[in-house]
């Protein structure tokens, strides 16, 4: 009986203990960020929740405010920022790949970094600030202004916090085109500071879809 028990223990200890896999933890910066993203879900949904409310007690308002409104404009100033998210996420895959610049040409895209692709993004996102600037002046220079009516102030409110996220957005694109800059080397965390912000500037897009079919489209 000992004996067999002996034989048992000497196999048992010659084989090999089965390989466990490594416990993979979620970064918290992207937890956090998503985290934060969700209560800004909760803002905007708060600023649709206004849209709706006002133009359900004030309807005659929105018999001639939307007149105002350059939906082919709109249009083109919303296909430039649906357009940088792609530029943005080009810009995260080479993130990922840990390559922080152009290993080519200036014209050779398919070997650009994330440099070159976030600050591409960077110009489309200044160029969509830069639109809704002008249309503000235009329809101020039409007499719709956040204090014309109720029409005039939850447009400016919902389309001007956006407008405010997105230039939030921008300066967080300064900051990781900086630190790649900056850095010695890009590792981890520089990958990971490009991805958050991909996070963000995805954000802003959708949620800019969506005023955009509710203020522009669905008159």
Avoid at 27 to 42: A, F, R, Y
Avoid at 145 to 150: G, K, L, Q, S, W
Avoid at 169 to 196: D, N, P
Wanted: hydrophobic share 50%.
């Amino acid at each position: 009986m000992i004996g067999a028990v002996a034989s048992a223990q000497a196999v048992q200890s010659s084989t090999p203990s089965p390989a466990h896999g490594s416990v993979n933890r979620p970064n918290m910066v992207s937890v956090g960020v998503i985290v934060w993203l969700s209560s800004e879900l909760m803002f905007f949904a708060g600023l649709f929740a206004m849209y709706f409310t006002i133009r359900s007690v004030a309807p005659a308002l929105w018999e001639s405010g939307p007149e105002l409104l350059n939906v082919p404009f709109s249009s083109v100033n919303t296909t430039i920022l649906v357009i940088s998210s792609f530029w943005c996420q080009f810009g995260v895959f080479a993130a990922e790949r840990f390559q922080p610049r152009r290993t080519g040409g200036l014209l050779q895209f398919s070997k650009w970094g994330m440099q070159e692709w976030f600050i591409l993004t960077y110009v489309f996102g200044g160029l969509f600030v830069a639109g809704q600037v002008f249309e503000y002046a235009e329809l101020a220079h039409e007499g719709l202004t956040i204090a014309t009516n109720a029409y005039g102030s939850v447009f400016i409110l919902a389309t001007g916090f956006h407008g405010i996220h997105v230039f939030g957005g921008l300066v967080a694109f300064l900051m990781v085109i900086g630190r790649s800059y900056a850095s010695k080397r890009f590792g981890h965390q520089e990958a990971t500071s490009a991805i958050v912000v991909s996070y963000y500037w995805h954000f802003v897009d959708v949620v800019w879809i969506g005023l955009f079919t509710v203020i522009y489209v669905l008159k």
